[in-house]
């Protein structure tokens, strides 16, 4: 407000929110003034990024608006010609309109102070620009602007600064709100700048590496080729693939594939190989970064024996290839590769990646390793010569017969089968014999007949290493002649086309019968038959255990008698007679003591060598127990008494005392500690972890004792405390 004219008035001091105040004293009065609208300075600074992609171009304008002065409720801008305003957003942003080139943003308050303002703008390409030209979103009514530009492209386009128009090139790092994939940076202090990009498309490169598994299977070849493709600087959207011409059914496997193609031979960007075909791979979106294409096939063979081709697949049009190659079989095939030339090369299976090794199934039998591509991999295929295996085995086998008075003879044979691919088992009894009947698993089966021989069906059962048992019944006449004299009789088992492991024959005669005098391929078992043979066996282990732990007892017996025999001798012929007697007791002791130490000593050394004989026989069976059981000893002995042949193998026999175990909580990865030994008078005897024994001093028994003290030992489990 401006005041022209204030007749009659004077100026005085204005209270509080007034502009002016006045004093008149009198009459008339004048005060004529003018009132001005206050425009509203407004001051912008913008942080621009310019995007250039594939079929569009995007540059986003964050501008930060500081409005001094006077507030606004609506902003007028002009985007730059030939873009589309695609977005704009900020706090109080109520509406905005393009209209004949001028965006109108309105506010639902009124603005006054710093606001911030984003504007995108996009614009189409229908082909890729050879350059970019970039002008500013201009705020009409503006006094100063500032602007900071920052550009960025996506893999495979690369931006260069071609024009600056009052702007000048800065480092990137010194952009505010910077993005990751900005690598320009410009920045200017006036309104009307320009700047002009030149575009560059990058051509892609592309690497590959093959990964070709090959079965060989009964008359049928089938694989797989796994091409792993690395992509750069561009996004692809096509591959080609060299496949051998012989593949059939051929399949391709892979994300986003769109369309599958076999190019024709005229096309120019076939193999140049005639014994391969291209196929085209089209993907519906340009693959980047990487892209796995699998390619499963397979082809018929003679199966008799044959020469193959084993070439796999390559990447046509890559910057380079490497692969490898896995050749697998089913069993009965032999495969003789034949000489390779570059760039194929023989490795070990080991050498292939972990990733590659886990696409087989079987056991890998030749892998080879390439670099580039067209190498040539084959090998002749046989059979390999048939050999029949074993249909089936009778783990056990038990008979069991019984003769009456009469001379009737009934005879069970049970044989527990373990079948493979057996159809019957077949059976010929002995001469004269009856069949009765047979069973399978304790059901009857009806046998059919052969000639001489009886067939048996046998299950073929899901678990071929479960027995089942098969049982015949056979009846014999033995003729049992009344005489004094022994009678022989042959007894036979039945033939079977099964393989045996163990037989066992049980017989019962009549309580009028004997047997004895026992021949043929069997074993009689111990303890079942006693005669004179038997008698004198027990005779002398008797009197030879005796002997062995009495032997001083019985020696002073004998001398004691000895002298009662001569003083009686003696005293029947007179003094002479006493003297005689007394020169031969003197002879007698004299012999005695010089034959008692030596008696003693060898007593002693051959309970020092059966006490190392049991120790082993306690030392092997702790390392059978252990074997059954992950490698750990038992905790005493009564855990092991399976492996043992008798108790008496625990015992001493040099004090009588039993061995002493400290096997508990060891295993078989300490060899060298104790885990039994025996204590006596001059030294001891010990068994180590590795089943061998020694005999020790008393001072090494101690050391070894104190530094077996001293390893730490495994727990022993709840389950062989118990």
Same mark, same amino acid.
């Given at each position: 407000?401006?005041?022209?004219?204030?007749?009659?008035?004077?100026?005085?001091?204005?209270?509080?929110?007034?502009?002016?105040?006045?004093?008149?004293?009198?009459?008339?009065?004048?005060?004529?003034?003018?009132? @001005?609208?206050?425009?509203?300075?407004?001051?912008?600074?913008?942080?621009?990024?310019?995007?250039?992609? !594939?079929?569009?171009?995007?540059?986003?304008?964050?501008?930060?608006?500081?409005?001094?002065r006077?507030?606004?409720?609506?902003?007028?801008?002009?985007?730059?010609?030939?873009?589309?305003?695609? +977005?704009?957003?900020?706090?109080?942003?109520? *509406?905005?309109?393009?209209?004949?080139?001028?965006?109108?943003?309105?506010?639902?308050?009124?603005?006054?102070?710093?606001?911030s303002?984003?504007?995108?703008?996009?614009?189409?390409?229908?082909?890729?620009? *050879?350059s970019?030209?970039? %002008?500013?979103?201009?705020?009409?009514?503006?006094?100063?602007?500032?602007?900071?530009?920052?550009t960025?492209?996506?893999?495979?386009?690369r931006?260069?600064?071609?024009?600056?128009?009052?702007?000048? +090139?800065?480092?990137?790092?010194?952009?505010?709100?910077?993005?990751?994939?900005?690598?320009?940076?410009?920045?200017?202090?006036?309104?009307?700048?320009?700047?002009?990009?030149?575009?560059?498309?990058?051509?892609?490169? =592309?690497?590959? !590496?093959?990964?070709?598994?090959?079965?060989?299977?009964?008359?049928?070849?089938?694989?797989?080729?796994?091409?792993? &493709?690395?992509?750069?600087?561009?996004?692809?959207?096509e591959?080609?693939?060299?496949?051998?011409?012989?593949? @059939?059914?051929?399949?391709?496997?892979?994300?986003?594939?769109?369309?599958?193609?076999?190019?024709?031979?005229?096309?120019a960007?076939?193999?140049?190989?005639?014994?391969?075909?291209?196929?085209l791979? %089209?993907?519906?979106?340009?693959?980047?970064g990487?892209?796995?294409?699998?390619?499963? &096939?397979?082809?018929?063979?003679?199966?008799?024996?044959?020469?193959?081709?084993?070439?796999?697949?390559?990447?046509?049009?890559?910057?380079?290839?490497?692969?490898?190659?896995?050749?697998?079989?089913?069993?009965?095939?032999?495969?003789?590769?034949?000489?390779?030339? +570059?760039?194929?090369?023989?490795?070990? !299976?080991?050498?292939?990646?972990?990733?590659?090794?886990?696409?087989?199934?079987?056991?890998?039998?030749?892998?080879?390793? &390439?670099?580039?591509?067209?190498?040539?991999?084959?090998?002749?295929?046989?059979?390999?010569?048939?050999?029949?295996?074993?249909?089936?085995i009778?783990?056990?086998? +038990?008979?069991?017969s019984?003769?009456?008075?009469?001379?009737?003879?009934?005879?069970?044979?049970?044989?527990?089968?373990?079948?493979?691919?057996?159809?019957?088992?077949?059976? @010929?009894?002995?001469?004269?014999?009856?069949?009765?009947?047979?069973?399978?698993?304790?059901?009857?089966?009806?046998p059919?007949?052969?000639?001489?021989?009886?067939?048996?069906?046998?299950?073929?059962?899901?678990?071929?290493?479960?027995?089942?048992?098969?049982?015949?019944?056979?009846?014999?006449?033995i003729?049992?002649?009344?005489?004094?004299?022994?009678?022989?009789?042959?007894?036979?088992?039945?033939?079977?086309?099964?393989?045996?492991?163990?037989?066992?024959?049980?017989?019962?005669?009549?309580?009028?019968?004997?047997?004895?005098?026992?021949?043929?391929n069997?074993?009689?078992?111990? &303890?079942?038959?006693?005669?004179?043979r038997?008698?004198?066996?027990?005779?002398?282990?008797?009197?030879?255990?005796?002997? *062995?732990?009495?032997?001083?007892?019985?020696?002073?017996?004998?001398?004691?008698?000895?002298?009662?025999?001569?003083?009686?001798?003696?005293?029947?012929?007179?003094?002479?007679?006493?003297?005689?007697?007394?020169?031969?007791?003197?002879?007698?002791?004299?012999?005695?003591?010089?034959?008692?130490? #030596?008696?003693?000593?060898?007593?002693?050394?051959?309970?020092?060598?059966?006490?190392?004989?049991?120790?082993?026989?306690?030392?092997? #069976?702790?390392?059978?127990?252990?074997?059954d059981?992950?490698? @750990?000893?038992p905790?005493?002995f009564? !855990?092991?008494?399976?492996?043992? =042949?008798?108790?008496?193998?625990?015992?001493?026999?040099?004090?009588?005392?039993?061995?002493?175990w400290?096997?508990?909580?060891?295993?078989? *990865?300490?060899?060298?500690?104790?885990?039994?030994?025996?204590?006596?008078?001059?030294?001891?005897?010990?068994?180590?972890?590795?089943?061998?024994?020694?005999q020790?001093? %008393?001072?090494?028994?101690? #050391?070894?004792?104190?530094?077996?003290?001293?390893?730490?030992?495994?727990a022993?489990?709840?389950?062989?405390?118990?």
């Amino acid at each position: 407000m401006e005041v022209d004219t204030a007749n009659g008035l004077r100026q005085v001091n204005a209270s509080g929110g007034a502009i002016a105040a006045y004093r008149f004293h009198g009459r008339p009065i004048e005060l004529n003034a003018k009132l @001005k609208r206050i425009e509203p300075l407004v001051k912008v600074s913008d942080r621009a990024t310019v995007r250039l992609e !594939e079929a569009r171009l995007l540059v986003t304008h964050v501008l930060s608006l500081n409005v001094e002065r006077a507030g606004i409720y609506s902003l007028a801008l002009t985007p730059q010609t030939g873009f589309a305003v695609s +977005e704009v957003r900020g706090d109080g942003v109520e *509406d905005w309109k393009l209209t004949d080139g001028t965006l109108h943003v309105t506010f639902t308050n009124r603005l006054l102070g710093v606001r911030s303002l984003t504007v995108q703008l996009e614009q189409a390409l229908k082909q890729f620009p *050879d350059s970019i030209v970039v %002008s500013p979103l201009s705020v009409i009514g503006s006094t100063n602007s500032s602007v900071q530009i920052g550009t960025a492209s996506p893999g495979g386009i690369r931006l260069k600064t071609s024009e600056l128009i009052r702007l000048r +090139e800065v480092p990137v790092t010194t952009l505010s709100s910077r993005s990751g994939d900005e690598l320009l940076a410009f920045t200017g202090d006036q309104q009307d700048w320009k700047l002009t990009l030149a575009t560059e498309r990058l051509s892609a490169r =592309v690497i590959a !590496e093959a990964f070709n598994l090959i079965t060989i299977g009964e008359g049928l070849v089938g694989g797989s080729a796994t091409i792993r &493709y690395g992509i750069f600087n561009q996004g692809v959207q096509e591959f080609r693939v060299a496949l051998p011409a012989h593949w @059939k059914n051929v399949e391709f496997t892979g994300p986003n594939i769109r369309r599958k193609d076999l190019l024709p031979r005229t096309d120019a960007r076939v193999s140049p190989l005639t014994n391969e075909v291209t196929w085209l791979i %089209s993907l519906q979106d340009k693959a980047w970064g990487a892209y796995t294409l699998v390619v499963t &096939y397979d082809y018929q063979f003679d199966p008799k024996g044959a020469l193959l081709d084993l070439a796999g697949a390559h990447a046509l049009g890559v910057e380079r290839e490497t692969g490898s190659a896995g050749v697998m079989s089913v069993s009965g095939l032999k495969l003789d590769p034949k000489p390779l030339s +570059e760039p194929l090369r023989r490795v070990d !299976e080991s050498e292939l990646t972990e990733t590659d090794r886990a696409l087989a199934t079987r056991p890998l039998l030749l892998a080879f390793k &390439y670099t580039g591509t067209n190498y040539a991999l084959a090998a002749q295929v046989t059979r390999f010569e048939q050999i029949t295996g074993l249909e089936a085995i009778a783990d056990r086998t +038990e008979l069991t017969s019984v003769l009456n008075e009469q001379g009737q003879m009934l005879t069970q044979a049970s044989f527990m089968v373990k079948n493979n691919e057996k159809q019957f088992q077949r059976f @010929k009894l002995p001469g004269g014999a009856e069949f009765w009947s047979s069973y399978v698993n304790g059901q009857p089966a009806k046998p059919e007949k052969d000639g001489n021989w009886i067939l048996v069906p046998l299950p073929r059962q899901a678990d071929r290493d479960q027995a089942f048992a098969v049982d015949i019944v056979y009846a014999q006449k033995i003729d049992l002649q009344k005489s004094k004299l022994p009678q022989a009789i042959n007894l036979q088992a039945p033939l079977t086309d099964v393989p045996n492991t163990y037989a066992e024959w049980q017989l019962f005669v009549p309580m009028s019968q004997r047997l004895s005098s026992f021949g043929g391929n069997m074993m009689v078992a111990p &303890y079942t038959t006693y005669e004179l043979r038997d008698a004198w066996r027990e005779f002398v282990q008797f009197w030879g255990n005796a002997i *062995d732990r009495h032997l001083g007892a019985i020696a002073f017996g004998c001398v004691v008698i000895g002298f009662i025999a001569l003083v009686v001798i003696a005293m029947q012929r007179g003094a002479k007679g006493v003297v005689s007697a007394i020169v031969v007791i003197a002879i007698v002791c004299i012999l005695a003591s010089m034959l008692l130490p #030596a008696l003693s000593k060898a007593k002693s050394k051959a309970q020092r060598i059966s006490a190392v004989n049991n120790m082993k026989q306690v030392g092997l #069976a702790a390392r059978l127990y252990a074997n059954d059981h992950g490698g @750990k000893f038992p905790i005493s002995f009564q !855990e092991m008494r399976d492996e043992l =042949v008798t108790d008496k193998v625990l015992i001493d026999p040099s004090t009588g005392q039993p061995f002493t175990w400290i096997g508990a909580g060891k295993t078989e *990865d300490m060899p060298d500690l104790v885990i039994a030994y025996s204590r006596s008078e001059n030294g001891g005897v010990v068994a180590l972890a590795d089943g061998s024994v020694q005999q020790v001093s %008393s001072d090494q028994l101690d #050391a070894m004792l104190r530094r077996d003290g001293q390893v730490p030992m495994t727990a022993p489990s709840a389950a062989a405390s118990g």
